[in-house]
Each structure stands twice: as structure tokens, then as C-alpha cells.
């Protein structure tokens, strides 16, 4: 091997915020799941909200 | 790298909005997609629309609390805040910049020969004020008799869901033209403004007024993927402050709250490869694009 050739390894430090609040928001998002709120939310997606696109 | 991101975009919008029956049924797609989260700014009420968008589920949510509380259903918005909370953590605001179809209409927009303008630095805590008095204070406080409250971000401000879906669905349905009064003529107004804004000037709405993009801008510090500086590298010469589309000057903020991670600065401007791209501290690649081969800690 040719040892002229320039070192492209790196070290680095895993951030762990992202990973600890990645899981914060995954919880929120299973007690959502937990107690059925998708279904409300899709119901509510269903309709067309009149008011809210400045009709009615 | 910039085609990719214009494919990207395009591909995104087309994912958000792929309901392409409404010609015939005249009506919003009502299927079960519906359950999922649109990242960006995509109005569902829009005929094409195939997601719920996060901001019109977390106000409707919020108006209508006290009556859900009181028939023993806690929809507090866990679902919806933990769907965008996933999406902030992990991409922050390159949704803005890769997957939002008003940002990429008003980047069209702003290829219209004009002589082009910068937005007061100022104006971008504008939109934190939006997020926290329309989207969450005013729904959530503002009740009639009943305890209903009102989505007032997009009944009184949304541009999306006038282009969207008001202005769509007045074509598709001739009958809702004679309920059409102070609403919707403010919100045309809105729209028109930010239109004719984002021809002089570059995503005047998401610097000034997203709500959306001001949620995802919180996680700007912790964001998994992100933008990295490497300032031995820097030499200052202030090319990434040139090609910015959010007027950002990343060799002197790389954590702005603005920086949509297009990636124009890193391959755009820098010549001297300090600016390269990772996921929660793991290097991808530099500005030249040479892969670098993560090691070790000490390894």
C-alpha cells in the first residue's frame, strides 16, 4: 500500500441528544397510538374545514 | 447536488399531494393515508392532499380539548407532536429545504426575473410568535360557550390552505362560491402578499411566518443530520454567506435556526472543504464529496 496517500479517516463523538430526544418524541407519539388518536385524526383529516381555507 | 434536491422536492410534494382522483369525485381524498403526518406545510384539506397536515391536526386538537377531555378522551396532541417532534429531532429544518411544497413553489416563484431584495433579520422571530399565539395559545384559550375553540392560524393566516385548498375547492364545488365573504378575501390577500413577496425576496413565508418551519427550527442545535463547521479550515472568505437562501452566514452561526440544509454553501461555495454533513456526530461526507470512513473514538 502506498503510504503517501492522505488520511481520510476521522474520529468522531455520537451526539446523544438527538438519540435521547428521539425517543422522548417516539413515546409521545405511542401514547397518541396507546389511546387512539390517529383514528380522531383522521377524521378530522376527512373533513373539509370549511373555515379553515377561508370559506363559510 | 442541487438537481437531486429540485427531484426531491418534487417527488415530495407529489407524495403529499397524489389523490389525483378529485377531477371526478369533486371532493378531498378521504382514505386511510390520511393518518399520516405531511412534514412540511401541505394544507389537507387540499383535494390531492393524501396526509394530514401537523399544524391544522394540532389546532383542532387543541379547540376542541376541553370537550374531548370531558368525554373521557385525552387527545392532548401526542400523536401529532410526536410525529413532527420525530421528524424536527432527526431532520430540522432541511424538511423546509427537501420535502416542503410551499417552500419549493415559492423557490419557483423566486426565479422570476425581478430585482431581488433581503428580508430584515428581525422579521424571522415573527414566526415563533405565530406558532406560539395562533397555533397553540389562541386555539387552546379562546372558546365560545361550548368550550370550542378555533384553528386560527389557518383560518386567519395560512397562504397554503388558500392556494391549496380554498381556491381549488371554489373551482371544484360552484356552491361554496356564495359562502365566500371577510375570510377568504383576507386570506387571498395573505396569499397574494406572500406570492408576490417571494418573487422579490427568497422564502419570505418560511422566514417570516412559518409555524411549522419555526417548530423545526427549535431542534436546530440537536438536529441528527446537520451541517458541520470545521473552522481550521475556514478562512473566512464568506462565500457560504453569498449562496444562502435564508440569508444565513453559516462560518459565523452553524447552527442557525434559519439553515434549511439545501447544501448550496457546502458545494456551492466553500472551496476549502470546511463545510461537511453528519448524523448525530458521524461524518458523511466533506464538501469535495469524499467519503469519509468513520473511526473509532481514540481508534
Not at chain 1, 8 to 15: D, H, L, S, Y
Not at chain 2, 87 to 102: E, H, Q, S
Request: glycine share 8%; aromatic share 12%.
Amino acid at each position: 500500500m502506498n503510504k503517501n496517500i492522505p488520511e481520510q479517516r476521522t474520529a468522531f463523538t455520537i451526539r446523544k441528544a438527538p438519540i435521547v430526544l428521539g425517543l422522548f418524541f417516539l413515546g409521545l407519539l405511542l401514547i397518541g397510538i396507546a389511546i387512539d388518536e390517529p383514528s380522531h385524526v383522521l377524521e378530522q383529516a376527512k373533513q373539509i374545514c370549511l373555515n379553515c381555507i377561508g370559506i363559510g | 447536488m442541487e438537481a437531486i434536491r429540485k427531484w426531491v422536492q418534487v417527488m415530495a410534494g407529489f407524495l403529499m399531494n397524489g389523490a389525483w382522483t378529485f377531477p371526478w369525485t369533486k371532493n378531498i381524498y378521504r382514505g386511510p393515508m390520511k393518518v399520516l403526518c405531511a412534514p412540511g406545510l401541505n394544507c389537507y384539506s387540499c383535494p390531492a392532499a393524501t396526509t394530514y397536515c401537523p399544524l391544522g391536526a394540532l389546532q383542532h386538537l387543541l379547540a376542541s380539548v376541553r370537550l374531548n377531555i370531558a368525554a373521557g378522551q385525552y387527545y392532548l396532541g401526542w400523536y401529532v407532536t410526536g410525529s413532527i417532534g420525530l421528524l424536527g429531532v432527526f431532520f430540522g429544518r432541511m424538511i423546509c429545504g427537501w420535502a416542503c411544497p410551499f417552500g419549493f413553489f415559492q423557490e419557483l416563484l423566486h426565479k422570476i426575473p425581478s430585482r431581488k431584495f433581503a428580508i430584515p433579520e428581525a422579521l424571522r422571530y415573527l414566526k415563533f410568535a405565530i406558532l406560539l399565539i395562533f397555533v397553540i395559545i389562541l386555539p387552546l384559550l379562546a372558546v365560545d360557550e361550548f368550550g370550542l375553540g378555533n384553528p386560527w392560524f389557518c383560518k386567519y393566516i395560512c397562504p397554503v390552505g388558500t392556494i391549496e385548498a380554498g381556491i381549488p375547492l371554489l373551482i371544484l364545488q360552484p356552491s361554496l362560491r356564495e359562502t365566500i365573504g371577510f375570510l377568504f378575501f383576507n386570506k387571498f390577500v395573505i396569499m397574494t402578499g406572500f406570492i408576490l413577496w417571494a418573487i422579490i425576496a427568497s422564502r419570505p413565508f418560511c422566514r417570516v411566518a412559518c409555524p411549522l418551519g419555526a417548530f423545526y427550527a427549535l431542534f436546530s442545535k440537536v438536529q441528527a443530520v446537520k451541517l458541520k463547521l470545521e473552522k481550521s479550515k475556514c478562512t473566512n472568505c464568506k462565500a457560504c454567506h453569498q449562496v444562502c437562501p435564508m440569508g444565513v452566514k453559516f462560518n459565523e452561526s452553524p447552527d442557525h435556526t434559519e439553515c434549511i440544509t439545501c447544501l448550496a454553501c457546502m458545494h456551492r461555495a466553500c472551496k476549502f472543504d470546511a463545510i461537511s454533513i453528519e448524523i448525530c456526530g458521524v461524518p458523511l461526507t466533506s464538501a469535495r464529496g469524499k467519503h469519509l470512513v468513520p473511526l473509532k473514538k481514540n481508534g
